[in-house]
């Protein structure tokens, strides 16, 4: 088992960056695939980003393919969200999520989740 906690949300403007973080109790962090999910009042939660157990393989939405970086430290158990280039349609509660071996955009094949961190673009 194991339990996520995120961290760095925030307000920032359109056009800047902000790096969301989350952090992974047990000993067994790098056996989990990790996700980024995120959602926007009265919408479903989305797929944003995943990351393969060695972060040699990332995936992404087309909607931040090129703005948004997904990363991990398996020594730190922790994985991050750098976004970039930020947009108001960007704004919503960003999601970690983690998984032995999940389809990486499905947020049902997602056994763990963290609280979230809410992530506001301003126009």
């Known amino acids: 088992q194991v339990q996520l906690v995120e961290s760095g949300g925030g307000l920032v403007q359109a056009g800047g960056s902000l790096r969301v973080s989350c952090a992974a109790s047990?000993?067994?962090?790098?056996?989990?695939?990790m996700g980024w999910f995120r959602q926007a009042p009265g919408k479903e939660r989305e797929f944003v980003a995943a990351?393969?157990?060695?972060?040699?393989?990332?995936w992404y939405a087309d909607s931040v393919k090129g703005r948004f970086t997904i990363s991990r430290d398996n020594a730190k158990n922790t994985v991050y969200l750098q976004m970039n280039s930020l947009k108001p349609e960007d704004t919503a509660v960003y999601y970690c999520?983690?998984?032995?071996?999940?389809?990486?955009?499905?947020?049902?094949?997602?056994?763990?989740w963290g609280q979230g961190t809410q992530v506001t673009v301003s126009s």
């Open positions: 999520a983690a998984d032995f071996s999940p389809r990486y955009s499905d947020p049902g094949d997602y056994d763990y």
């Open positions: 047990g000993r067994t962090f790098s056996s989990y695939v």
């Open positions: 990351i393969s157990r060695s972060g040699g393989r990332t």
